[in-house]
């Protein structure tokens, strides 16, 4: 008997593609660059299974090209704003995701672009590397205290709720921003729960903890840059679309806030001549924040568990669209 044929469009932790190519006859994409969509387009056809990456474009087209084998897509991350889960509802495929491996990775690595960036870490080791450090100084690269500072949370969801737990250890007032909060969660860490623009005023660190809808792109822009302390620090490890970046770099330049640090970029992975780039004041660093060896291997085999599922007709165990049962 033959078995399912399944396209994976990156190479993904060993654990997770060896289960997979125990059960399945699979091919995986293995350039460091995402298949190009015309070249998906072409793998798909006759694929019984769809492994993929948030890089990874899966419209409407793209399932309609599938035809009738397709029968899973299986997505190793959190979000699924790439892919048109209605156009698969419509069609019957079930989609999967992996949602909370990642929350304590996440939320630790939040904290730590939030600790980087107000101590100056990565402007200090650059400091070092260029021979600049002749002697100690009592004025040099000072940064911004954490503990007994207030951290704007933008949103309140898993990730939003591990920084409270983080910043509680700092003694942080922690003030939040999201209509849709758990009020009873939020009691229970100490957080205060603000409009927008009160949380945006009287934070001394944003971060970010939003998904991105149409509603939420460039929610942060010149205007709510416009309201936050010049001393203030961004921290988005979200999505890159949920923050204006030619705004970002105005309010970065012009010193409307002090310093920004981001895991996520519009566009990503950012271009070389971004002009946040040539700023000292912003820190970018590659996606990274759930990039921990047990976390990932948790994503892959949390993917495989989705995909194995849908090609045996099972209900997935991790599913963005749980209505395609109904």
């Not at 396209?7 to 699979?26: A, C, M, N, S, Y």
């Not at 056809?45 to 029968?71: Q, R, V």
């Not at 993917?303 to 049962?325: D, F, H, Q, S, T």
Request: charged share 25%; glycine share 6%.
């Amino acid at each position: 008997m033959s078995k399912p044929k399944v396209f994976v469009t990156r190479i993904i932790p060993k654990q997770g593609i060896e289960l997979l190519r125990r059960e399945t006859d699979t091919e995986v994409w293995e350039d460091k660059i995402p298949p190009p969509y015309e070249t998906l387009l072409a793998k798909v056809k006759k694929m019984e299974g769809l492994l993929c990456l948030l890089t990874d474009k899966i419209d409407a087209n793209l399932i309609d090209e599938a035809g009738k084998p397709l029968k899973v897509i299986s997505q190793m991350a959190v979000g699924f704003d790439n892919i048109d889960i209605a156009a698969a509802t419509e069609r019957g495929i079930p989609v999967g995701h992996t949602p909370g491996v990642l929350t304590d990775t996440t939320a630790d690595f939040a904290f730590t672009l939030l600790m980087a960036a107000a101590r100056r870490i990565v402007e200090g080791e650059h400091f070092v590397k260029k021979g600049l450090w002749i002697t100690w100084d009592p004025t040099l690269l000072m940064g911004q205290d954490i503990h007994n500072a207030t951290l704007g949370l933008i949103g309140f969801g898993r990730i939003g709720k591990g920084m409270a737990k983080r910043a509680s250890g700092f003694n942080m007032r922690i003030l939040c921003h999201d209509p849709w909060a758990d009020m009873k969660a939020a009691r229970k860490l100490n957080v205060e729960m603000g409009t927008m623009d009160e949380v945006l005023a009287e934070a001394d660190f944003v971060s970010m903890h939003i998904p991105l809808m149409p509603e939420t792109h460039h929610l942060i822009s010149a205007h709510q840059f416009s309201l936050m302390k010049s001393t203030s620090i961004l921290i988005n490890t979200a999505r890159g679309s949920v923050v204006d970046p030619d705004a970002l770099y105005q309010a970065l330049r012009s010193g409307d806030i002090a310093y920004a640090a981001l895991d996520v970029t519009e566009p990503e992975p950012i271009q070389t001549d971004d002009p946040l780039l040539t700023l000292d004041n912003c820190m970018i660093v590659p996606h990274i924040a759930s990039s921990s060896v047990a976390t990932r291997t948790r994503m892959a085999n949390m993917a495989v568990e989705n995909m194995m599922a849908g090609l045996m007709g099972r209900k997935l165990p991790y599913c963005a669209n749980p209505e395609v049962y109904d």
